[in-house]
């Protein structure tokens, strides 16, 4: 129910409570809370996922828990049909649905997190729990753990949302869902926690690694409820047999973030080859699959998760030419279903990977070393972590995710020495991670500070002009001339008939016709003047691109495209504007510092005191101002105001924060961030 004006004016105004402990105290308890809410729904999300997967397994393959002995059962045919069957559904599922489900699922929460202030779309959560649990049990080769952080990071997420908590809070809750999610799925509340705070957040202060404590534990306990406690690996009792062996798992280590690197390397170059392939979107899945099932003709160890191996390398029950044929195996199989759009995570693959790693080179140590050194089973453990650890540049979950996962502690001490070096090597060679790396490559780095570049912080959808100056290809030359002299443009774009662009004109390219114009009059139409080579960006690029652009074409004016149809025109972008733009994000960076402390405060009081009777104040847009520019407000003269700072939304998405013009319409749902006098503050909160 929408609060009175009185009310919330009283809001607005009141002071900070005396009690400043005690108002800390409440909003902990209230996240606290919130978080035992999202651990619950982070728990039975987790659950369901996993019972969603064995009920696309036995429609898959037939009864029973064992994915490997189940496609061994199998014709062949069946092996390379079935994963194909599942890049068939998985492939248009996503892309139609909800394409942040495509992948591993960890780097779309890392981005929600930082640059959307947690806000993920709720439909994520039935789309990538379709769409994996097909993928997982039709034979693709990933791992579950990607889908139930992305699931479980969408439902802290929407809890957060309903409820509507800051964004700083937001963040937290959807570090929470990702915490409830791990914890559930690998019974390892311990390192539910520390991803959460070390891959998600990379934060691990106090007053947010609480609620994600808690929500790791209330996950932990409705998964052993359902699923029973007992860890994911049994393993023998495995100790460091001699101190000389320690510098053996160092050089192991070193081994693991080499395979680590060759996974990224290999999973981006799948990605590429993929993207670059000339094939429907929707079915390079079904493409995907069926080189998977080709794989698992002879190695049907690569379908699913791959557990059953695992465990079959830890023990010492395969010979290690048949684990360094797995380990090539695997590293095809997951980059290929991945790469090719399908969905589901890596950090099983990783643990793949390394204990088929530790296998081998366990089978050599223990060959030439045998009074010194643990069998292959030992060194298996051991590279899971090393591995996991290289590929997410997280040593600690890894570390603390190998003992809750094989409840086997003598094992830390050659584990921590292992997974330490192997991420000094990882980072060394390469600066990101298994999943930032997909970051990236889209553009987005989170590990760096504001970049000083301010146009690569600003995106041309939100410059761009659009109604461009479009003239159909069919237009007589004497129309055309007419339309280019009366209206003056830089650039006239020429369309055919289902509005596709054909190319540019200008008053420059009509000026050689100018002087035929009667016998040129009924024979040339637009489309035989353009020029077809036309420089053009997309909405989602940046002006640093445009930028680029513009001065390599020594043009004022080119095309915006739809990155979906790049022939399709939505827009044009001008010289002025980026100019415009690039001086208005300089004022705002500069006004930003300017006012850090006291905007920070608006996350906690809708007001801050700044001296001298004037406020800065966060104000709802009254109802009357939506569909009005500024302008024409002149909320400056009328109330005394200035507008520093506009949060809008488009949609679902998370607010962004903008620094309007006077042309800037207010919508519906913006909050405006004004300084002024109290009285004038007051004035304003009248007219909600």
């Known amino acids: ?170 963040r937290t809750l959807v570090a929470c869902g990702a915490a409830a999610g791990i914890a559930a799925t690998f019974n390892a509340p311990i390192a539910g926690a520390l991803f959460a705070v070390e891959i998600i957040l990379g934060d691990f202060r106090v007053p947010q690694f609480s609620p994600i404590v808690i929500s790791s534990v209330v996950a932990t306990v409705v998964s052993r409820h359902f699923l029973g406690n007992f860890p994911a690996f049994e393993v023998p009792p495995y100790h460091l047999v001699s101190p000389l062996e320690l510098p053996i798992y160092m050089v192991v280590g070193a081994a693991s973030g080499l395979v680590a690197l060759a996974f990224i390397k290999t999973l981006t170059a799948c990605e590429d080859l993929f993207e670059w392939l000339p094939f429907p979107e929707p079915l390079k899945a079904v493409l995907g699959g069926l080189l998977v099932g080709a794989v698992g003709i002879r190695l049907p160890h690569v379908f699913g998760v791959g557990y059953e191996t695992i465990n079959q390398a830890l023990v010492g029950a395969l010979p290690a030419g048949m684990l360094a044929l797995l380990l090539l195996a695997k590293l095809a199989a997951t980059s290929l279903t991945i790469g090719s759009g399908g969905s589901g995570g890596v950090f099983a693959p990783s643990l793949f990977l390394g204990a088929v790693t530790g296998g081998v080179l366990g089978t050599f140590v223990h060959h030439a070393f045998p009074a010194v050194t643990a069998a292959s089973g030992a060194y298996a453990l051991v590279t899971m972590g090393a591995v996991v650890a290289a590929a997410t540049h997280a040593p600690i979950t890894a570390i603390i995710m190998i003992f809750e996962l094989t409840d086997e502690y003598t094992i830390i001490p050659p584990l921590m020495a292992a997974c330490v070096v192997s991420t000094l090597l990882a980072t060394l060679l390469e600066k990101d991670s298994i999943y930032t790396v997909k970051l990236r490559r889209r553009g987005v780095d989170l590990a760096r500070e504001e970049d000083p570049n301010v146009l690569k912080s600003v995106r041309v959808r939100d410059v761009m002009d659009p109604l461009p100056a479009i003239i159909p290809g069919t237009t007589p030359f004497r129309e055309v001339l007419d339309v280019i002299l009366r209206r003056g443009r830089g650039a006239f774009f020429v369309v ?61 004016e080119i095309a915006v495209v739809d990155p979906e149809n790049p022939r399709r025109i939505v827009g044009s972008l001008l010289e002025k504007d980026v100019l415009r733009a690039y001086s208005r994000e300089i004022y705002r960076r500069d006004l930003a510092g300017a006012v850090a402390s006291a905007t920070a405060a608006l996350d906690r009081v809708r007001h801050v005191d700044i001296g001298d009777g004037y406020l800065l104040a966060e104000l709802p847009a009254p109802r009357s101002f939506v569909g009005r520019t500024l302008r024409e407000l002149d909320i400056r003269v009328r109330y005394g105001l200035q507008i520093l700072f506009v949060r809008t939304r488009d949609g679902d998405a998370a607010p962004r924060v903008l620094v309007p013009l006077g042309e800037y319409r207010v919508r519906d749902r913006d909050v405006l961030v004004a300084a002024g006098p109290r009285q004038a503050v007051e004035e304003l909160m009248d007219l909600q």
């Open 1 to 170: 129910m929408t609060p009175s004006r009185p009310a919330m004016r009283r809001r607005l105004f009141r002071p900070p409570p005396r009690g400043g402990r005690r108002a800390l105290f409440g909003e902990h308890l209230f996240m606290v809370l919130v978080a035992i809410v999202c651990g619950l729904a982070g728990g039975f999300g987790a659950v369901a996922f996993r019972e969603l997967i064995k009920l696309f397994q036995t429609l898959f393959w037939g009864g029973g828990r064992d994915l490997l002995h189940l496609a061994l059962s199998h014709p062949w045919t069946w092996r390379v049909a079935a994963p194909a069957l599942g890049g068939l559904v998985v492939g248009p599922l996503v892309y139609y649905f909800a394409k942040e489900a495509k992948g591993h699922g960890v780097p779309e929460v890392m981005e929600a997190v930082m640059l959307r202030g947690g806000a993920i779309r709720p439909r994520v959560v039935l789309v990538k729990s379709l769409a994996s649990a097909v993928c997982i049990s039709s034979g693709g080769s990933v791992g579950r753990e990607g889908p139930i952080v992305q699931i479980g990071s969408a439902l802290g997420s929407a809890v957060g949302q309903v409820l509507k908590v800051t964004p700083r809070q937001l």
């Open 496 to 556: 055919n008939m289902e509005e596709e662009l054909l190319g540019t004109l200008s008053l420059e390219d009509v000026r050689f016709f100018a002087f035929q114009r009667e016998d040129l009059q009924g024979v040339v139409v637009a489309a035989d003047m353009v020029h077809p080579d036309v420089p053009r960006v997309t909405t989602e690029d940046t002006l640093d691109v445009a930028v680029q652009i513009l001065a390599e074409g020594g043009r004022d």
